[in-house]
């Protein structure tokens, strides 16, 4: 079965500074992978994803991600943080075949992202 | 374009209840899919529904069900409801075309279990 981990259910930086959220996943075959953001009282909204193709992903808000297969990971970051970065932070997997990964994105359990002025 | 739509956004039942929340997807999609977002469980799938067929399901009792409407439109019930059962309860949308797909997220349904 998948797994995600999120390394650190918190992460405080200043404004300015660089933004790092770590995200390992476990998976037998190469999956596709997802970062999802998350503010109060609402849905998730997709960052980035990928797929296939360049490993280095841009996003949206200034975000990027690069997919390591040789270390399983697909860490999140942004070169200098904004106030209005702070939120909870999702990285999710989905299964690269049909069957039971229709519609099924596994989630880690979030990393919240705290910017202080 | 109009986004998902959930309604209704907060809910209060006691336990031994039903409560049936609905989900509207963005317009031309017909993947529906269901999750449980809880501070202890974090996010988990539910089931998934296109074109009124259930694909997919998660590890849930069967007080979990849900269906969706030729127009794509999808609703989850939860019968005899559980103290644990508190949550939000998020939707999402997509084409259906595969994995690589991405989902559109709504609002969510709060619901608490009294």
């Known amino acids: 079965a998948q797994s995600v981990t999120q390394l650190g259910s918190h992460v405080s930086v200043s404004e300015g500074a660089l933004v790092l959220l770590r995200c390992n996943y476990s998976?037998?075959?190469?999956?596709?992978l997802f970062w999802y953001v998350q503010y109060p009282n609402q849905g998730l909204q997709l960052l980035l994803k990928?797929?296939?193709?360049?490993?280095l992903v841009k996003g949206i808000n200034g975000f990027e991600a690069e997919f390591k297969k040789s270390e399983t990971s697909f860490h999140l970051t942004k070169p200098s943080a904004h106030m209005s970065d702070a939120a909870e932070y999702f990285c999710?997997?989905?299964?690269?075949?049909?069957?039971?990964?229709?519609?099924?994105?596994?989630f880690g359990q979030g990393t919240i992202l705290t910017v202080h002025p | 374009k109009a986004g998902v739509t959930q309604t209704p956004r907060y809910l209060i039942k006691t336990r031994g209840q039903q409560v049936t929340l609905s989900c509207s997807p963005i317009s031309g999609h017909r993947s529906v899919s269901w999750y449980q977002q809880t501070p202890g469980q974090g996010l988990q799938f539910l089931f998934e529904y296109f074109s009124e067929t259930q694909r997919n399901k998660g590890n849930f009792p069967g007080r979990f069900s849900g269906r969706q409407f030729s127009n794509s439109r999808s609703e989850m019930n939860v019968s005899t409801l559980e103290l644990g059962d508190s949550a939000l309860y998020l939707c999402a949308s997509s084409w259906g075309q595969g994995s690589t797909d991405t989902q559109y997220f709504g609002p969510g349904t709060r619901l608490t279990v009294l």
């Open positions: 999710a997997v989905s299964e690269n075949g049909g069957g039971t990964s229709y519609g099924k994105l596994t």
């Open positions: 998976s037998s075959v190469p999956p596709y």
């Open positions: 990928y797929t296939t193709g360049a490993t």
